[in-house]
């Protein structure tokens, strides 16, 4: 079945590092892929999505591409900040053919310290 | 205001009684689901509805019920809660359009604690 793998947590940086988080897919075609955040205390929400290969998402200044060829979908910012600290889901999705149906990956603990 | 809603966002019940989340969403999407969230397994599908009277097993299904009567509600039942079934549970939607590229809105969770 279709499934999502990303990198082993917790993850702890300092304000202003380089983030990267790595998220590999395997699925039969070609899904729309999405990172999730979850911040303290809250549900999901959606932080950028990409539907077709090649295709960048971008938001908050995270960034992620779709790339069929490694089956990944890596999430990066330049410069992160306290705020970031955060639980990040890496997600793909058939949409019509699944109602819009989520899999996750099992999630990414992120602390930014000052 | 307008948006998703669960409650209760905290409950604590024993092995063995019945337990209901409920969610409300109030923007009448078709599409609602239930997700648990565990450690190590990132969230997990339960139910899913494609609109009233419409439901079907996610990948988590055993010992839930849900129901979906009216478009805006979609509760989830335990019905005999059992202490595999602690976790936080999470309600989403989604309309039509989004459905096709997968964009979720998430409540902010329902924790249950089952002793």
């Known amino acids: 079945g279709d499934s999502v793998t990303q990198m082993e947590g917790p993850v702890t940086l300092s304000e202003e590092a380089f983030l990267t988080i790595n998220c590999t897919y395997t699925a039969t075609g070609y899904p729309s892929l999405f990172w999730y955040v979850q911040y303290p205390g809250e549900g999901l929400q959606l932080l950028l999505k990409a539907t077709k290969a090649d295709d960048k998402g971008s938001n908050k200044g995270f960034e992620a591409t779709y790339r069929k060829e490694t089956t990944s979908f890596h999430l990066e910012k330049g410069s992160v900040q306290v705020s970031d600290s955060a639980v990040y889901f890496c997600a793909l999705s058939f949409g019509g053919t699944s109602y819009g149906k989520l899999t996750f990956g099992q999630g990414t603990i992120l602390t930014v310290h000052p | 205001d307008a948006g998703i809603t669960q409650s209760p966002r905290y409950k604590i019940t024993e092995t063995g009684r019945q337990v209901t989340l409920m969610c409300h969403q109030t923007w009448s999407h078709s599409y609602m689901f239930w997700y648990r969230q565990d450690l190590g397994h990132g969230l997990r599908l339960i139910y899913y509805?494609?609109?009233?009277?419409?439901?079907d097993k996610g990948e988590v299904p055993d010992g839930y019920v849900v129901s979906r009567s009216k478009t805006e509600n979609f509760p989830l039942t335990l019905e005999s809660a059992t202490r595999s079934q602690t976790s936080v549970y999470f309600c989403a939607s989604t309309d039509r359009e989004r459905k096709h590229t997968g964009e979720l809105f998430f409540g902010e969770g329902s924790r249950l604690t089952v002793l």
């Open positions: 509805s494609a609109a009233a009277d419409i439901t």
